[in-house]
């Protein structure tokens, strides 16, 4: 199911033009806002124009239904099989402008711009024609609260390698076309860390610059990769690899030697405390009690597949 791409109109000269692609795949619950978070900024059509493709990878939950609702205001639209996430955003890139000049940006299917972002980003880049440009951004549970938000770091190369601390939100970057084309896209092998990747390609050769204004928000729920602790785990081992191939074999050792010493400070703490009697109870009960929950919580499942760790007695 496809809808051709439709030619862009020519921008004014001192309006930039975005090119912003949805990949998007069973996530209809959240799909309408995140398309209405990209058509209703405000300034779109006087401060800058837009190229919007929403690219869905065969949904079967009415996500191309209601995809369609909007068809006559996107640039490029698809429901069909594709080969990852990766993939997906590599396509859409393909049916909106390819102007070097051009704003160039992704939006998951359950995250939002917030209202005046791309009027923000717009007039950042009038100024000052950026290579790559880092918003304020921030991760929301169910209920609206904050849960995480961009902490501004060191976003250059060396900097960026150590993730962990110098990390910032996807959905609040954004890049000129010129660089996207340059450094080729999104490796359509990587699954977890493929923005990380990109980010530090990108450090090679350009500057990121930092924009203290809220962009964008990201959405906490049980099917997100950033929320499910089997694919987190997953996420850790790929990053490492991606991270040595980039040369960054000290922080990696640091990152595994951080990682196992809190491994083995929960694991004293754990055989200390079964070790004293009423306690001991305790511990081993709530051990069992725990492994029963992970066995039932959809976080801990690989998606589509069991539970990282299933109920049964404590030996210890």
Sequence with gaps: ?????????????????????????????YLR????????????????????????????????????EY????????????RGQSHAINKGFDHVTKDPAAIAAWLNSDDVYLPGALKKVAAYWREHAPDALIGHGRKVDADGTVDTET????????GLMDWGQNSFMQPACFMSRRVWDDVGGLDESL?????????????????FETLRE???EAKAHAAAKTS?????????????????RHGGEDVVRRKLAEHNLRLRLLDMELRTASALPVLGLIVRAARRIA?????????????????AAGGGTDGG
């Design 214 to 216: 809220p962009l964008a």
């Design 291 to 307: 492994r029963g929950r992970l066995a039932r919580d959809p976080r801990f499942r690989r998606p589509g597949g069991a539970a």
């Design 151 to 158: 902490r501004f770091g060191d976003y250059s190369r060396e």
């Design 1 to 29: 199911m496809t809808a051709p791409s439709s030619p862009p109109a020519p921008s004014a000269p001192d309006r930039p033009r975005f090119g912003i692609v949805t990949p998007s795949y069973n996530q209809g619950a």
């Design 71 to 82: 068809e006559d205001r996107l640039t490029f639209w698809c429901s069909e099989k594709d």
């Design 33 to 68: 806002e995140t398309i209405e978070s990209v058509l209703s900024q405000e300034g779109l059509g006087t401060e800058f124009d837009l190229d919007y493709a929403v690219i869905d990878g065969g949904s079967t939950d009415g996500s191309a239904e209601i995809i369609r």
């Design 191 to 207: 699954d977890q860390c493929l923005d990380v990747n990109l980010w530090l390609r990108i450090a090679e050769r350009y500057r």
């Design 228 to 244: 499910n602790a089997c694919t987190a785990a997953e996420g850790f081992a790929e990053l490492s690899l991606m991270i040595l």
